[in-house]
């Protein structure tokens, strides 16, 4: 079952530091966008607060997971086309 997603914080750590990055749609907002490009292969990526509409309408926030991030063949997000 597809829950739309209506908004998730993304937490990126590292150095000490702590940056909370907040978006209110189900897409990365521009800042996000350009933090994860300049993350290191082996960073964990933690999302917060994702909210999504369940069936009945009602919006439910899912638990905190985090994503590990690598580099292959292919970008660090989306896959790389050749020759484009």
Request: charge should be positive; glycine fraction near 10%; hydrophobic fraction near 35%.
């Amino acid at each position: 079952m597809d829950l739309p997603v209506v908004g998730f914080d993304v937490v990126f750590s590292g150095k000490g530091k702590t940056e909370v990055l907040t978006s209110t749609s189900n897409k990365f907002t521009v800042g996000m966008r350009n933090r994860i490009h300049c993350l290191q292969s082996g960073t964990l990526l933690s999302f917060e607060n994702v909210s999504c509409v369940m069936p009945d309408g009602s919006i439910n926030k899912l638990k905190p997971f985090e994503l590990f991030i690598t580099e292959t063949n292919k970008y660090k997000v989306g896959y790389r086309v050749w020759g484009l």
